[in-house]
């Protein structure tokens, strides 16, 4: 979810039937998928010209949490939130995605929350990584400095954990993984992206675009890449009932406030360090070296197969991220057994994932049963 969808650019700061020809007009939409990448970036710079510098005025307060929790600890990239109901039991680590929107999608609201489910199916001690907009002191952070305080937090919280990993969380929750092994005990990757070699519509887009384009965007934000300015690239969910896999009624209160807060939530974005950014970009969705064998994550480089902890794959159907199919290759990168992989593949948008009640309640027991089963490896047996 990092780059521009091209979806979102079609529409334009105007609409192109709106708009006169000529050096201050947007590029012409062209048909899927021919030239739509050529659009793509040719949208972006466009868009750049007409002051994209501008940073978005955000007076706000934060939406507030659904689940009461405490922050146990301030990093530099994050908040480590608990959300722990008592100091017994196996841990758990939700790692968030840092990419377009805030980490509340892991605890939106009442029957649209991965925290509230998992305390519900029993689990008490529940941890979030809170990762913070990226101010402009932080344009210089990279993947590592993220990886650092993964780690820290695992160590605040007390190793090993059961971590989880949502979206653009999964494929650091991979890495993580792939580089602490003895840290991790079973291990959840939700619509994660991890193979760029398994087509998608990301995938194409971003090797599609130069590299310029995506500099460019880092340099309009002063080595911050704007979560507002990329969210005007971005394909807004427009059926929030089915996001939420609901019914919303126009005429009940509690489901009017239920969509202003989903579409508060989705228009207030977080903004992303450029180093991180521009690392992303090149090194997972162009050289795509996490499967390859060729990502470096704190001084060593990473081998999928030193990952054979208890893994759990969770994939849309309907995915138009992270396809099922891109999800469900990651599986054959690692080194845990067969027989200890589990993946699920259900009737999903991306966000549907996370938000959607009936996901939640099918899908999210399911995995609050595998985390407290016994089926895992000892930790001596995986080093």
């Known amino acids: 979810m990092l780059p521009p969808m091209v979806t979102r650019m079609r529409e334009g700061p105007n609409k192109p039937d709106e708009v006169s020809r000529g050096a201050s007009s947007p590029p012409d939409p062209m048909p899927w998928p021919a030239a739509a990448m050529k659009f793509a970036a040719d949208a972006m710079f466009w868009w750049l010209d007409q002051g994209a510098t501008r940073e978005p005025a955000n007076d706000k307060p934060e939406l507030p949490w659904t689940t009461p929790n405490k922050v146990a600890l301030e990093l530099s990239t994050m908040r480590l939130r608990d959300f722990s109901q008592g100091n017994s039991g196996q841990p758990v680590l939700i790692c968030g995605p840092y990419a377009l929107h805030s980490t509340l999608i892991a605890d939106f609201a009442p029957g649209h929350s991965v925290v509230e489910r998992l305390q519900q199916s029993g689990l008490g001690r529940i941890y979030l990584t809170d990762w913070r907009s990226a101010s402009p002191d932080m344009r210089y952070l990279a993947i590592d400095q993220y990886l650092a305080d993964l780690n820290v937090a695992v160590d605040e919280i007390g190793a090993p954990v059961d971590l989880i990993g949502l979206c653009q969380g999964g494929w650091l929750s991979l890495v993580y993984a792939a580089r602490f092994p003895q840290k991790v005990r079973r291990l959840v990757l939700a ?13 194409r887009l971003v090797g599609s675009a130069p590299q310029t384009a995506f500099e460019a965007l880092v340099e309009s934000g002063g080595g911050i890449v704007r979560g507002a300015h990329i969210l005007r690239f971005w394909s807004q969910a427009s059926d ?3 996001v939420l896999q ?6 009940v209160a509690a489901d009017i406030e239920l969509q202003a807060r989903f579409t508060r939530w989705h228009d207030e974005t977080v903004d992303l360090p450029g180093t991180y950014y521009l690392q992303v970009v090149h090194w997972i969705y162009r050289e795509n070296r996490i499967a390859n064998g060729t990502f470096t994550a704190l001084g060593r480089t990473i081998d999928l197969r030193q990952v054979r902890m208890p893994v759990f794959l969770l994939a849309g159907a309907d995915d138009e991220i992270v396809p099922a199919p891109q999800a469900m290759a990651t599986a054959s990168r690692l080194g845990t057994p067969t027989a200890l992989i589990e993946s699920s593949v ?23 049963g595998w985390l407290q089963a016994d089926r895992a490896v000892p930790v001596a047996a995986r080093l």
């Open 191 to 203: 619509g994660a992206p991890v193979d760029a070699s398994v087509d998608s519509g990301l995938v």
């Open 240 to 242: 929030i009932a089915s």
């Open 246 to 251: 609901r019914n919303l009624s126009e005429e």
């Open 346 to 368: 259900i009737p999903s948008s991306h966000l549907g994932l996370f938000l959607g009640r009936r996901t939640l309640a099918t899908a999210w027991s399911l995995i609050s």
